[in-house]
T-cell receptor, first 111, second 115 residues
Framework: DSGVTQTPKHLITATGQRVTLRCSPR?????VYWYQQSLDQGLQFLIQ???????AKGNILERFSAQQFPDLHSELNLSSLELGDSALYFC??????????FGSGTRLTVV | DQQVKQNSPSLSVQEGRISILNCDYT??????FLWYKKYPAEGPTFLIS?????DKNEDGRFTVFLNKSAKHLSLHIVPSQPGDSAVYFC??????????????FGKGTKLSVIP
């Protein structure tokens, strides 16, 4: 157990729908990062939150949004889902500058 | 444009031999490099890292070499063990302001260690 908890582990939904992925960082970690791993692709950085505030934005679609709550858990909201949004979504947390701790991911399948 | 490239999607090595995984990068602003290992159904786990001011870092069976002039790094695993079979991701960090630690990942290399 890495200490980073992601729920749900699997999600199957239809095109056009909206889903919310949840991440609880390791105790004491202030930063939460979201990454997307599509088939045959590396992990693509989506967005970072630090202590409740957006800190950095990567290749995140406008249909996607995220937030970090006062208890430091984070949610990634994906709306108007398309088939191409099917992917593994990873959350990672970090309190230092020497690497992340990843959660086990949420596998999203859009049908 | 991929800034971190792992050109070998897969690699097979005999148990006990050396595994060499390669990674090339294009962004000269990268100042820190990391390797992550990923088993199926799990998230990536940190393996080893190297700062751009060094050319080698060793941790047990794992050694990372950095050639800045060639913008190339490699991960050596000696001796390779069946439990090392996993996907290995190379990642790089660009020097940036405090509090942001965005990593750029390669697509990964699947290592299979054959008993």
């Amino acid at each position: 157990d890495s200490g980073v908890t992601q729920t749900p582990k699997h999600l199957i939904t239809a095109t056009g729908q909206r889903v919310t992925l949840r991440c609880s960082p390791r105790s004491g970690d202030l930063s939460v990062y979201w990454y997307q791993q599509s088939l045959d692709q590396g992990l693509q950085f989506l967005i970072q939150y630090y202590n409740g505030e957006e800190r950095a934005k990567g290749n995140i679609l406008e249909r996607f949004s995220a937030q970090q709550f006062p208890d430091l858990h984070s949610e990634l909201n994906l709306s108007s889902l398309e088939l191409g949004d099917s992917a593994l979504y990873f959350c990672a947390s970090s309190v230092s500058n020497y690497g992340y701790t990843f959660g086990s991911g949420t596998r999203l399948t859009v049908v | 444009d991929q800034q971190v490239k792992q050109n070998s999607p897969s690699l097979s090595v005999q148990e006990g031999r050396i595994s060499i995984l390669n990674c090339d990068y294009t962004n000269s602003m990268f100042d820190y490099f990391l390797w992550y290992k990923k088993y199926p159904a799990e998230g990536p786990t940190f393996l080893i890292s190297i700062s751009s001011i060094k050319d080698k870092n060793e941790d047990g069976r794992f050694t990372v070499f950095l050639n800045k002039s060639a913008k190339h790094l490699s991960l050596h695993i000696v001796p390779s063990q069946p439990g090392d079979s996993a996907v290995y991701f190379c990642a790089a960090k660009e020097g940036s302001g405090a509090g942001s630690y965005q990593l750029t990942f390669g697509k990964g290399t699947k290592l299979s260690v054959i008993p």
